[in-house]
């Protein structure tokens, strides 16, 4: 089993940065990609980023591409999603996921422990 508990959201202004961490506990994350979605109200949950296990390949989703940056620090079990020029359309409910493998993937369905996700407010 493992347990991926996010914080770091809030309410932020328009272009305001926030910091997201997933930090996970039962098992090392250290073999496997992890991966941030979000889901905003009315909508869909859709793919933000996605790094390899050892961090060496990254993949972004459109909107998060130039603005987003996540990472990992494989000794703290823990991964980070970095945002910047943060914009209302942010605003969502953002998840991690851990994945079932090594590399990274974009799809919902390579992702087998998802947090309970931290809200992102962000105002215009």
């Known amino acids: 089993q493992v347990q991926l508990v996010e914080s770091g959201g809030g309410l932020v202004q328009a272009g305001g940065s926030l910091l997201l961490s997933c930090t996970a506990s039962?098992?090392?994350?250290?073999?496997?990609?992890v991966a941030w979605f979000r889901q905003a109200p009315g909508k869909e949950r859709s793919f933000v980023a996605a790094i390899r296990s050892t961090g060496h390949r990254k993949e972004y989703g459109g909107s998060a591409e130039g603005r987003f940056t996540i990472s990992r620090d494989n000794a703290k079990n823990t991964v980070y999603l970095q945002m910047n020029s943060l914009q209302p359309e942010d605003t969502a409910v953002y998840y991690c996921?851990?994945?079932?493998?090594?590399?990274?993937?974009?799809?919902?369905?390579?992702?087998?422990?998802w947090g309970q996700g931290t809200q992102v407010t962000v105002s215009s």
């Open positions: 996921a851990k994945g079932r493998a090594a590399a990274a993937s974009r799809r919902m369905d390579q992702y087998d422990y």
């Open positions: 039962g098992r090392t994350l250290s073999n496997y990609a």
